[in-house]
């Protein structure tokens, strides 16, 4: 493919001759992003329980997230799986994996908003166009928007016959998550930062991978090219391989990023991305396999108010 296309064939020189300190520092920076991942996991799957308890069934979560197809419902579940010594109800985990995959979305959903709308303002260095800003913005806001306010009018109805209640149940389950989502961001809990840091950290090694070779475009096509590019994870293919890759370079593109450094620092932040959780997902699981909790044990929270 490099060699094929003349704006791609430097990029392989380019990926070996890349600066040893920018990639160290994508490294750190992803490790910050799995520590962002470990402290929501702890607040929504694992709050009764201690660190060194909630500790592996997180890194189990945090790999599997990561190649999974459809890791991002599935990983967190798992995890939390892993680790509980009783184990909860198919209600109890969907309701805490729906509250966690709305507050590690949550972040990304607000950057979009914003930057989107100052790049159609004209504030940041970037493209302008309404395609390209404004509309992917109003999305993200509607989103975030109709997200909370099912949170706040979560109800519980009365279904006398067992048909309606059997339908009913796995509504119900969806908005008991947007109400615990709800209900952990009214309490401000300190651990709420570990979304941010899960997006922010793993948008920023992008960022170093741009540096790495030296041509990183503007700060806003990057945030942009990284939360469009990222929603080709949503295809159900193990860890995104080909969607994610493709839809990055597609979308950084689109956004004004040059071709040949886009497609390297792409390489570099997926090799590092999928590298790193993999990793610290093994150990994970080795550690569960090790040290199995007390019987006692039970990662799974009361239910937010």
């Known amino acids: 493919m490099f060699l094929a296309l003349p704006t791609l064939a430097g990029v392989p020189a380019r990926l070996a001759d890349s600066c040893g300190g920018w990639i160290a520092a994508a490294g750190v920076l992803e490790l910050l992003s799995a520590v962002g991942f470990v402290l929501l996991f702890k607040l929504v799957f694992a709050a009764p329980v201690t660190w060194r308890q909630g500790l592996p069934a997180a890194l189990c979560g945090l790999g599997a997230s990561t190649v999974l197809p459809g890791g991002g419902l599935i990983g967190p579940s798992l995890g939390a799986w892993s680790q509980s010594a009783t184990k909860p109800s198919p209600a109890q985990l969907t309701r805490s994996t729906i509250t966690f995959v709305i507050l590690t979305n949550a972040p990304a959903a607000i950057v979009l908003a914003v930057v989107g709308t100052l790049l159609w303002l004209g504030v940041p260095a970037g493209p302008h166009e309404t395609a390209l800003t404004i509309i992917p ?112 370079v597609g979308a950084l593109l689109l956004y004004g990023a040059p071709p040949a450094p886009t497609v390297g620092a792409v390489l570099v932040y997926r090799g590092i991305s999928l590298a790193l959780p993999i990793v610290l997902g093994a150990i994970g699981w080795t550690w569960n396999a090790a040290e199995r909790p007390p019987a006692t044990g039970n990662v799974w929270p009361a239910k937010a108010s």
């Open 137 to 248: 913005a109003l999305v993200a806001l509607t989103l975030l928007s109709a997200t909370w306010v099912a949170g706040h009018a979560c109800g519980r109805q009365r279904h006398p016959r067992a048909l309606g209640r059997a339908l009913a149940a796995p509504g119900q389950t969806i908005s008991d998550g947007m109400a615990e989502a709800r209900g952990l961001t009214r309490d401000r809990n300190w651990k709420l930062n570990g979304a941010v840091a899960y997006y922010a950290f793993d948008n920023a090694v992008l960022w170093a991978a741009f540096h790495a070779f030296g041509a990183a475009p503007q700060l806003g096509i990057i945030v942009m090219g990284y939360l469009v590019g990222s929603l080709a994870g949503a295809l159900p293919l193990p860890a995104g391989l080909g969607a994610v890759d493709g839809g990055l």
